[in-house]
């Protein structure tokens, strides 16, 4: 992985959750369920597209194990949660929720994919 | 039971993100790429966030079903590559989480900002 691949990286994972954190919460706000739907056109594909499928994506891949922007996402919301002063130690059930299931799920896409 | 249900989100999440839906979608071009990413993110995001499948409790630091999606990918690809790819992206994993993390720190500024001007 080159500089230059690593400042794009950089990049483009911090496009995503910025948008996310800055934009989503308005839209549901302002359509309800709808707005989730244009918050997922508008944000999450308009991101994918930078950041996994276009031509020259953003996210460079610099191994065989799919490195999806959500990892940024997932990190980015949670920070800025945090230093709202929400509680960590309430989200620790969830998170372990999260693990477990990203676990379960990654085992069972193996079976599928194997 | 709360965490039960928000297992199953989660697992929902990471199992239809990281199957091969999605770049089935994908082999007519990117355009079909991006209908099927919004017909299935839009679906898990109405059952996990807006009719809460996955139970985030009050006050505490939102858990979005991003996390179990990247974890899902990243497990998947380990069991059938190996350690020798995972070490080989480790690179990438850390700039996205960087990037991630920049991102979060920036967007509790930008907010915070906003709350003491509406103030005003």
Known sequence: MTIAQAITTTVGAFIFPLLVRLMWGKMVDEWKAFGGLAAIILIVMLSWSLNHGAAVPFIYQSGGIWIDQANAVAIGVFITTLMHRQSLKKSLPTIASAVLAGIFSGCILFLLFQ | ?120
Do not use: C
Request: charged share 15%; net charge neutral.
């Open chain 2, 1 to 120: 039971m709360k965490n039960v249900k928000s297992f199953i989100g989660f697992a929902f999440a990471g199992i239809f993100v990281m199957s091969s839906v999605w770049s089935t979608f994908g082999e007519y071009g990117i355009f079909f790429s991006f209908i099927g990413g919004t017909i299935i993110i839009t679906s898990l995001w109405y059952l996990n966030h807006y009719w809460d499948l996955i139970h985030n409790h009050e006050n505490a630091a939102f858990v979005d079903m991003a996390m179990a999606i990247g974890i899902a990918g990243i497990v998947r690809d380990f069991l059938l590559k190996g350690t020798h790819e995972l070490v080989l992206s480790l690179p990438t994993l850390f700039f996205v989480l960087l990037g991630g993390t920049l991102a979060g720190v920036t967007a509790y500024f930008i907010e915070k900002y906003d709350q003491k001007e509406a103030k005003k």
